[in-house]
């Protein structure tokens, strides 16, 4: 299945949505391909050079360009290491996320001459921005010997070569601000790709002399090729998912030079495109960007296409591709008909109908050797952008955000005045570290991100809200009724710089309408911003085992238990809600989930949804807790914990620490490991279910039976379709690794009167069959057999809620880099994973220099 975003005179495809076994195998035939230089041929046009050089390109004499191999990944994984391994130059992806070898050159277009103004054979050279003067370059680079790539300057002869920043994180994409300073993105923010192994950079700024390092973004995935504006504000990349999906937005934002003033440019309701490396058009209101197709290309090949603003962040038709093809990165413009990028070894010129001609192309040694060209900047003086007043004040710990009117905005239609009460305040929480593509164990096709509960703040009687939130967070928002329901639910974050008071019309509004002449008389803004009010009794972050599965053991295992129910049969309505662990969740978890008994986002390309299609309000058992469903009655702290824990994302562990542990064909790198498929219990079992089982199952679609513990079907790890059949006989619940013998695998061919449920039936008679007539059967006790391995492996390997559980290596690697767990930390120290993580979240907060300079109290050892 493939699904297209159209923009005018274009189609941009979209993620192909494919098997799980299918992902790997063509993600890395992209890449290959991806990776190789362009042999794209242009038609030689001289008139092209020759007509630019007349008009807007007049005067130019030289352009700036990085010239270095890539690593065939993902457009942002081209820094640092992957997560398996020590950290450096051992890992089973081969450790470092860039290859050695760089260059800083410049092009004399008179002659075609290259001059070298930096070489390093063992280093990385990328991202150079020219000066206002065109006296000087700034750049990121790795030195050959070292890790991490940081922020340098040289003069435009290759003299005078500078360092201005340093450390254990990498610093990359500079470029310069009209007030002397300089942004970037940069690892500094500590924190991992949410759906892959690699690390994640975010915009930060210094002065021009290097000092005075902070962020102006929380976001938990990539900030990327930050850029200024004639209006003197910064546009960017940026991508996201909140509970949607992980590969479809990542799109054009823009924030004022101290980070304030955060909103949607162009292109945060249209899935399937990276929108980056945006750069303003001279002489008009509208930029140029690279659309790199579905989730982007290696090193951001995309189309050259040129956004207009006037209609707002969502027209459609505001976005016009120029290029004929998708393979040219690192847009420029010297107007709105003269281009250049680049495309594998070749330079290119390009006009507003896309015809193109290649002026300079690497040597053919370079290419040989796998260089290729970056980053080509016109080596020219250049206007200084407006200087915008600085809005943030580091000395606050919060800023303040306005909501005039919640009932206005986009898809709001049915909902009441009076209707909302409140607000949900949650906030996504940053992973230290990540192991695969999707989102297990945290869920099974939902949430990649552990959601904070803060509280709540009140919406007035005329729908508006004001409200005091802590700066530097990524923040967002649930509208509660009076029952503390779920009503509307943003699937996007915001955040607050220190100091900063800002706003928005409504929920959802359209982004081209500003607040009303009435602004001023809400009533919300007549008292002082209302602070969060924390929720009593309940976790800041909820575990589904912990938090959630005593109410279900409570008020539902009973009857949707291993045991017979008040009236005398097997598991009512084939809803399992026993906290018995199975081979990756537990199976109350993975039932919820199949089930559709809550509802959250998904990890599908949608967002805004109709009022009450999304959590709690929604979610079909919270319906069955009043009395109506068999007399079943929770109390209120009962329906709090189910009703907050669906809200804030319905994850399954409440700790990072569970990723790429305590699973039984778990993923690693969109790979299955840690399977059973050569364990001997399982090959005789698997011979066992061959010969007695599929036979009947293999005769209807859908129905054939996971064959071993690890054996998924084909069904998708990342986007599991709810209402597959294939849910019904999943590997996640026909087997028990707690109690073996309650295995559905096992319960269901036995005959009830060995005690069994005797539920197998004759395919053409549909009466009732038996396939095992007693537990003594020889096939039954392999099947068995293969069951208890599988318990054993998992006593041995350990799941989060499991005693004696330890996180993976890396984890701990990642907590010693981030100063949160001791270095001198011993391997058998205990340590508990839940305060550590708190720690790490809090080590990460923005505090004023006051706060600052307290001292940190020792990290936590202790066991659970």
């Not at 084909?714 to 109690?739: A, E, K, Y």
């Not at 008679?765 to 099947?783: G, L």
Request: charged share 25%.
């Amino acid at each position: 299945m493939r699904n297209e975003s159209r923009f005018e005179g274009s189609r941009f495809p979209r993620t192909v949505l494919l098997p799980a076994c299918l992902v790997l195998l063509v993600f890395r035939a992209a890449i290959a391909a991806q990776s190789s230089p362009s042999q794209e041929v242009f038609p030689e046009r001289p008139d092209l050079l020759k007509e630019f050089l007349a008009g807007p390109m007049a005067g130019l004499e030289d352009i700036v360009f990085a010239e270095r191999p890539v690593i065939g990944e993902h457009w942002y994984a081209n820094f640092g290491y992957y997560a398996a391994g020590d950290g450096k130059n051992q890992s089973s992806r081969g450790g470092r996320l860039y290859r050695d070898g760089a260059r800083l050159c410049k092009l004399h277009l008179s002659n075609r001459e290259v001059t070298k103004l930096l070489e390093d054979p063992l280093g990385g050279i990328r991202d150079p921005q020219v000066h206002y003067d065109a006296r000087k370059i700034l750049f990121s680079y790795r030195k050959g010997g070292t890790e991490n790539y940081h922020l340098y300057e040289i003069n435009v002869d290759g003299s005078g070569l500078k360092q201005l920043t340093d450390g254990i994180y990498d610093d990359i994409e500079p470029s310069y601000l009209p007030d002397g300073g300089i942004v970037f993105v940069s690892s500094r923010c500590k924190r991992w790709v949410n759906c892959w192994l690699t690390q994640v950079a975010v915009l930060h700024r210094c002065n021009g002399d290097g000092s005075d390092i902070h962020p102006l973004s929380s976001n938990n995935e990539h900030d990327n090729t930050p850029w200024p504006l004639p209006d003197g504000r910064i546009i960017y990349t940026r991508w996201e998912y909140v509970d949607r999906s992980q590969v479809d937005f990542h799109h054009l934002w823009v924030a004022n030079p101290d980070g304030t003033g955060q909103m949607a440019y162009y292109g945060n309701l249209h899935p399937g495109t990276v929108m980056i490396d945006a750069k303003p058009i001279p002489g008009t209101d509208k930029v140029v960007a690279s659309f790199s197709p579905g989730h982007g290309q290696t090193e951001h090949a995309g189309a050259i296409t040129i956004i207009d603003p006037k209609a707002g962040p969502d027209a459609r038709a505001s976005a016009r591709r120029v290029s004929r093809q998708d393979h040219y990165r690192d847009p420029w413009a010297f107007s709105e008909d003269c281009f250049m990028a680049v495309s594998g070894t070749a330079l290119v010129l390009m006009n507003r109908r896309g015809a193109a001609q290649e002026i300079f192309r690497l040597p053919d040694v370079d290419a040989r050797a796998g260089f290729q060209m970056h980053e080509p900047r016109p080596l020219v003086m250049r206007p200084r952008e407006a200087v915008m007043t600085a809005r943030a004040l580091e000395t606050q710990a919060s800023g303040r955000l306005v909501l005039e009117d919640i009932y206005v905005g986009r898809n709001m239609a049915g909902l009441k005045r009076g209707e909302i009460k409140k607000l949900l305040v949650l906030e996504s929480l940053p992973k230290p570290i990540n192991y695969t593509g999707g989102m297990d164990p945290l869920s099974y096709g939902g949430t990649f991100t552990l959601e904070r509960i803060l509280g709540t703040v009140p919406v007035e009687p005329d729908g508006s809200a004001y409200m005091e939130l802590p700066a530097v967070r990524s923040l967002f928002f649930v509208a509660l009724d009076e029952k503390d329901l779920a009503v509307k639910r943003m699937q996007s974050f915001l955040t607050v710089m220190p100091g900063e008071t800002t706003g928005c019309v409504g929920c959802h509004e359209s982004r081209v309408r500003a607040p009303s002449a009435s602004a001023r008389q809400v009533l919300a803004v007549r008292r002082a911003p209302s602070r969060i009010a924390p929720i009593a009794s309940v976790p800041e972050v909820f575990d589904f085992p912990r938090d959630v599965q005593p109410v279900l053991d409570a008020l539902c295992v009973a009857c949707h238990g291993y045991e017979k129910t008040p009236a005398g049969g097997p598991r009512a309505g084939r809803i399992i809600l026993s906290g018995d662990r199975g081979p990756m969740f537990s199976h109350s978890y993975y039932t919820l989930t199949t089930a559709g008994l809550f509802s959250d986002g998904r990890n599908q390309a949608r967002s805004n949804y109709a009022p009450r299609t999304l959590g709690s309000s929604a979610s079909k058992i919270l319906t069955m807790l009043d009395g109506s469903h068999y007399k079943v009655r929770a109390t209120a702290a009962q329906k709090q914990i189910l009703r907050l824990w669906i809200d804030s994302g319905a994850a399954y562990p409440g700790t990072y620490a569970a990723l790429g542990t305590g699973m039984i064909g778990g993923y690693d790198q969109n790979n299955e490991v840690n399977t059973d498929f050569d364990w001997p219990a399982t090959k005789a079992a698997t011979q066992a279910l061959t010969q007695r089982c599929q036979g009947c199952h293999q005769r209807e679609p859908g129905r054939l039976l996971p064959l071993n513990l690890s054996d998924e079907r084909g069904v998708s790890f990342w986007q599991p379709q709810i209402g597959d059949p294939r849910m019904r006989t999943s590997r996640h619940i026909v087997f028990n690794l707690t109690r073996p013998e309650k295995s559905i695998f096992l319960l269901a061919p036995l005959a009830e009167s060995a005690g069994g449920w005797g539920l197998c039936r004759d395919p053409k008679t549909k009466e009732p069959a038996t396939v095992f007539a007693s537990a003594a059967d020889p096939d039954y006790q392999r099947i068995l057999a293969m069951c208890v391995a599988g318990s054993r492996a998992l006593e041995q390997i350990k799941r989060f809620d499991m005693p004696g559980f330890k996180p993976r290596p890396e984890w701990i690697r990642e907590m010693k880099r981030y100063g949160i767990l001791p270095e001198n930390l011993k391997p058998d120290d205990t340590i508990d994973v839940y305060e550590i993580e708190k720690r790490y979240w809090r080590s990460l907060w923005h505090k004023p220099p006051d706060q600052a300079m307290a001292p940190s109290t020792p990290p936590l050892t202790s066991q659970r």
